[in-house]
């Protein structure tokens, strides 16, 4: 039989009319015309107007570099015994690392990548051929050289030795044996970057052994391409053992050159005059700027060394010496480096800008006059990098206002400041807190900015000196985010957790999250660190809403799964602090639930949960935590542990799963604590006839001669008073300073009044206190007061009766 649905279908098709259907998930949110045969029902409007258009807005996926997901899916599989990604997966992998990653390649990241090639090359291909292609291991040892981390690099170093290993089986394989008069293709292109690598990262003294083994031999049949290939290599050498500060093995390696012609150049002198320089060493910086080179050498290697050495020798006040050097230097028309440097020591005895200025015009006319006796002299006129020199000096100084005056002078000839002056202002002018000026000297790097540029530190500072602003602009922030983004400069872990918390702070969490998304998986662990600990001072700041340090909790929980448990627990205590044990709960179960040795939670996450449960007087969850810990394998029950439990279950008026527990630690090989007998007696203050059982604890202490301090005194006390013994109460304290010494005081006649359970018997003991003690009313008085029974009952003041476990 025809459904009448189908009839009512071919109909509205029919007549080319929309068909409505009530209650059609999919039917749209837009107000339409309807027209229909007939009379229909229209089905009510269940969406407001305000919220029809609107989407929820969703966190973006975490940007994880490329390959990096399935080196960590070979990492893990190896670890737990499981079947890996093929090494296929793992070189396409390897190579997407190393191609798309921009950042630099820090420990933690290099660490998986070597693992990567490690499982590679154990197992190799059936052909014989390396899994990677001769491009791509030349391009990771780019990269390796290129991008050097801040700290480490020990995986660095053990990294490009494999991989120079295969790049050099492959050349050997394509049969390239020569390339130049005396070196191969491998030893003229290759091993120099393994050297420079090495140089790089602390490896100096391997290095050189590498250096000397291929090129220490001189050699008549070399060109002149090869002389100074195999120059750069000893530059290299003596320049990573000065990076390292060793000495010893610097001035033996200048030795070694010598020795087996390599040539002793200037470009070396400058190395070593510089290095004795930044170690405030300046007789051993006059010695080896005094040190003979080759005659065919020009010196130009040693100029860029001149304002540094000049620079120094002003600042120590050896004039004499550098006045005969400057003296030196203008015996004859100097080069354009030479005139930087004098300008420098002539700013560092003294002058002005004003007389820089007029050297410059006695330096052009030097200059002019030159090239009237010869034409092809070339012409020298200060530049950029005249200004930057000057400025560098002023900032050496700490003079910002001296810098300023270099700049304008630039300027007042027609030169303007390039991307160094521009990051040399910002810094500056930070270091003042000028940030309205920093703010103007990025707005002139702006254009400049580049994917590889040393702005990205200055820039960073900029950021951070904004976000730390009363009175910020946060479109400007805004604005100098999203430029570095466009232009894939990397900001730094600093610098995302401040931006981080000022979405925060402004309600953003959704923007938040994006950053953190985009950033905090390029990051080593250590970077994470900084972040991590930005989004948990967020959540501990007071001043930070519930609401909000809950859901900052669940961006730091997912963004950084790997926060350890030490951290864990302060987030856990300060939602118990706000009162929200249902979110501490939460927190909690998270530690309790993971399989992460470092998270899972041991015994200070149970003890600090049980006390928690306790001030918040959270049954419910107590309950939970207390059946997680009867199952957990992993940890074993001590007094402590059962001091928290048995407070907890005394603040949920569980008094007599309390007292079994005081039995537990009765009968158990490590016995009570202190703090468990005055646990003990607060378990006794809510249990029928709780006196009988205090009196029997009291009188085992009196037997053992146990020495009583204040606190179990007064817990014993209380729980004599709450059990409306007020006259024995009233006798204790009397007789505490004759038989136990104890002064009657704020913490015990406080801890008197709050267990006084009667309003009757309150007024008596007040009455007591004023008379005796009116210091300590008033001390009481000034904590503020609240009546129980919602305003009816007895009165209590604010005052803290906590006992730790």
Same mark, same amino acid.
């Given at each position: 039989m025809p459904s009448h649905l189908t009839r009512l279908v071919f109909c509205s098709i029919i007549a080319d009319t929309p068909l409505i259907c009530r209650g059609c998930v999919q039917r749209t949110p837009r107000l339409r015309a309807s027209f229909q045969h007939g009379t229909r029902a229209i089905a009510p409007q269940r969406r407001t107007f305000f919220g029809m258009f609107k989407t929820n807005r969703k966190i973006k996926p975490p940007d994880v570099p490329a390959g990096l997901e399935v080196i960590g899916e070979l990492m893990q599989a190896q670890a737990d015994?499981?079947?890996?990604?093929?090494?296929?997966?793992? =070189?396409?992998?390897? !190579?997407?690392?190393? $191609?798309?990653?921009? =950042?630099?390649?820090? !420990?933690?990241?290099? $660490?998986?990548?070597?693992?990567?090639?490690?499982?590679?090359?154990a197992n190799p291909r059936e052909d014989g051929q390396p899994w990677l292609s001769y491009k791509s291991m030349v391009a990771i040892m780019y990269k390796l050289e290129k991008y050097p981390p801040e700290t480490g690099g020990t995986p660095h170093k053990i990294l490009a030795k494999l991989l120079d290993a295969e790049i050099q089986k492959v050349m050997v394989h394509k049969g390239e044996t020569k390339s130049f008069a005396t070196l191969t293709p491998y030893e003229a292109a290759e091993l120099p970057r393994l050297v420079r690598i090495l140089c790089t990262y602390g490896a100096s003294l391997e290095a050189r052994d590498l250096a000397s083994k291929t090129y220490a031999t001189p050699s008549k049949k070399r060109t002149d391409r090869e002389k100074k290939i195999v120059r750069n290599i000893w530059k290299a050498v003596v320049l990573g053992l000065a990076k390292e500060g060793n000495t010893p093995e610097l001035i033996k390696t200048t030795e070694m050159m010598r020795d087996a012609a390599l040539t002793f150049t200037s470009e070396v002198q400058g190395v070593m005059v510089k290095y004795f320089v930044e170690r405030n060493d300046l007789e051993q910086a006059k010695y080896w700027y005094s040190t003979a080179i080759p005659e065919w050498d020009q010196g130009e290697g040693l100029q860029s060394a001149l304002g540094p050495f000049l620079t120094a020798l002003a600042l120590h006040g050896d004039t004499t010496f550098g006045q005969q050097v400057v003296a030196s230097l203008l015996q004859k028309m100097p080069a354009k480096q030479t005139w930087d440097a004098i300008f420098v020591w002539s700013a560092a005895i003294g002058k002005g800008a004003d007389e820089i200025d007029r050297m410059m015009n006695v330096m052009i006319r030097r200059n002019e006059e030159e090239r009237q006796k010869s034409p092809n002299e070339p012409v020298i006129l200060p530049d950029i990098n005249t200004i930057n020199s000057l400025v560098e000096l002023a900032m050496s100084k700490q003079d910002s206002y001296l810098a300023e005056r270099f700049v304008v002078l630039g300027e007042k000839r027609g030169i303007y400041p390039d991307e160094k002056t521009y990051i040399m202002q910002m810094r500056y002018r930070l270091s003042i807190k000028d940030i309205d000026g920093a703010k103007v000297a990025y707005y002139g790097l702006q254009g400049q900015i580049t994917e590889n540029s040393e702005c990205a530190e200055a820039v960073n500072k900029l950021i951070q000196a904004l976000c730390n602003l009363q009175q910020h602009h946060f479109e400007d922030i805004m604005a100098i985010v999203d430029d570095l983004h466009e232009r894939n400069v990397q900001l730094t872990p600093e610098t995302v957790a401040t931006v981080c918390l000022l979405h925060l702070r402004r309600g953003e969490p959704h923007d938040a999250g994006d950053l953190l998304n985009m950033h905090a998986h390029h990051f080593s662990p250590a970077q994470r660190v900084v972040i991590r600990n930005g989004l948990a001072a967020f959540i501990m700041d007071g001043q930070t809403s519930t609401a909000e340090a809950w859901e900052t909790y669940q961006m730091l929980r997912h963004a950084f799964p790997e926060t350890p448990r030490s951290d864990r627990i302060p987030l856990m205590k300060e939602f118990f602090r706000r009162k929200r044990s249902d979110m501490a709960c939460h927190v909690f179960f998270h530690m309790r639930n993971s399989i992460e040795e470092t998270i899972a939670a041991d015994k200070e996450v149970y003890v600090t949960a049980f006390v928690g449960f306790a001030r918040n007087v959270d049954a419910e969850s107590l309950e939970l935590a207390s059946n997680q810990l009867k199952i957990d394998l992993n940890v074993e029950m001590d007094t402590q542990l059962r001091n928290a439990l048995m407070l907890a279950w005394a603040a949920t008026k569980n008094n007599g799963r309390a007292l079994s527990m005081w039995a537990e630690i009765g009968s158990s090989r490590e016995g009570p604590t202190y703090n468990s007998i005055a646990i003990a007696f607060r378990a006794c203050e809510g249990t029928h006839n709780g006196e009988r059982h205090a009196r029997s604890i009291w009188a085992r202490l009196k037997e053992m001669d146990i020495d009583i301090d204040k606190q179990v005194f007064t817990a014993y006390m209380c729980a004599i008073a709450r059990n409306h013994h007020h006259d024995d109460a009233l006798a204790l304290i009397e007789a505490a300073e004759e038989e136990y010494g104890f002064t009657p005081d704020f913490y015990i006649l406080g801890n008197w009044f709050q267990s006084t359970?009667?309003?009757?018997?309150?007024?008596?003991?007040?009455?007591?206190?004023?008379a005796r003690y009116p210091a300590v009313w008033k001390q009481l008085e000034a904590l503020g007061s609240y009546r129980t029974m919602d305003g009816f009952g007895y009165r209590q003041f604010n005052f803290n009766r906590d006992l730790d476990p």
């Open positions: 015994g499981l079947r890996p990604p093929t090494p296929a997966q793992v =070189a396409t992998a390897l !190579d997407a690392f190393f $191609t798309q990653k921009k =950042a630099d390649v820090e !420990d933690f990241h290099t $660490t998986k990548a070597l693992k990567a090639l490690q499982y590679l090359l359970a009667s309003i009757d018997r309150q007024e008596k003991v007040e009455a007591w206190i004023k």
